[in-house]
């Protein structure tokens, strides 16, 4: 089959179009540096001509609320819209377990307004929450940084590696469509607190932890329920406190 994978050379898309690829499909990673713009609508129907599957994958350049909402409504928009004319199949969307629990974020309120497109289009979807990646450790602890400090809320969480992403993706996108939602999850609940204090320590960021059940989640305020997945959720299988002891620092920018 023909896939175009949205925001295919990002950390989730660049593996899910090698994991297809393998498969034999006719795997497509676009993404603006490739000439296709989701936000203008630029490259678009060109790149979907023939496709069956779309999986978007792809991120806001930006966190900023009003930018944010921006980002995904027109490219939801105009990436539906493409999809309905070049006759595509199956909508595959990756989105974050809590997005409607988080809506005192202007992010996940423009993650929801995404999930309200795709329900409301007219093509078969499938919207899979994830929760965090190993690898999204280091932005929480930014997002916490106050001086040479962190602070850290120590409510629960159950992160997933982007490998076991990758691989979950993988079923979701040549399964038939759900029409509806589905979680994935890693193996190992822990504390956001424990989580990103035992990454920080493995890369020697020795800043001082403050733990403080006040501290905000990118603006909302946490329960140990908010960012934990259901009970029927699909989980990797690599356990958080095997892949912190080998995790190195994200590349700088």
Known sequence: MKIVVIGGTGLIGSKLVQRLQAKGHDVIAASPASGVNTVTGEGLAEILAGAQIVVDVANSPSFEDKAVMEFFQSS??????????????????????GTDRLQGSGYFRAKLAQEKLIKEASI???????????????????????????????????????????????????????DGMAEI??????????????????????REIVIDSQTPYFGVRLDDKTLMPSDGARLGKTLFSEWVKTATPPPAR
Do not use: C, W
């Open 76 to 97: 939801g928009r105009n990436l539906l819209a493409a999809e309905a004319a070049a006759g595509v199949t199956h909508h595959v969307a990756l989105s974050v377990v």
């Open 185 to 206: 999850a890693g193996p190992e609940p822990i504390r956001i607190s424990d989580a990103v204090e035992k990454y920080m320590r493995q890369i020697g960021d020795n």
């Open 124 to 178: 078969p979807y499938t919207i899979v929450h994830s929760t965090q990646f190993f690898e999204f450790m280091f932005g929480i602890a930014q997002s916490g940084a106050q001086g040479d400090k962190v602070h850290l809320s120590p409510a629960m969480m159950q992160p997933i590696y982007s490998d076991d992403v990758a691989d979950a993706l993988v079923d979701f996108v040549l399964g038939k469509p759900l």
